[in-house]
């Protein structure tokens, strides 16, 4: 993706794979293989730290309440998608 990317595919899998990198839900190894591969990245490095930071905003000025309702909905939602079974 960059000119001083040795392997483009490295680009694209970093990116990919970004928010499960910040969330911490990688194994050791892949997440020792992203990070090396931020360390010598400055686009996928640029990347990282934008998300990060947007995720930081987003966690300290996003307080506002969500109804309940609504919170049990997005979760038979999900439910749903992930077991592929229909809302009862």
């Keep these: 993706m960059t000119p001083e990317c040795s392997d483009p595919a490295d680009c694209k899998e970093a990116i990919e794979r970004l928010y499960h990198f910040l969330d911490g839900e ?4 892949r997440r020792t293989l ?31 309440r969500v109804p309940d309702g609504l919170m049990d909905r997005v979760a038979d939602a999900i439910r749903q998608e992930t077991t592929g079974r229909p809302l009862l």
Excluded: N, P
Aim: charged content about 30%; hydrophobic content about 35%.
């Design 26 to 29: 990688l194994t050791d190894e």
């Design 34 to 64: 992203i990070a090396s591969h931020l360390d010598e990245c400055g686009f996928c490095l640029e990347a990282y730290g934008f998300e990060g930071e947007l995720r930081h905003v987003i966690a300290h000025k996003c307080k506002d």
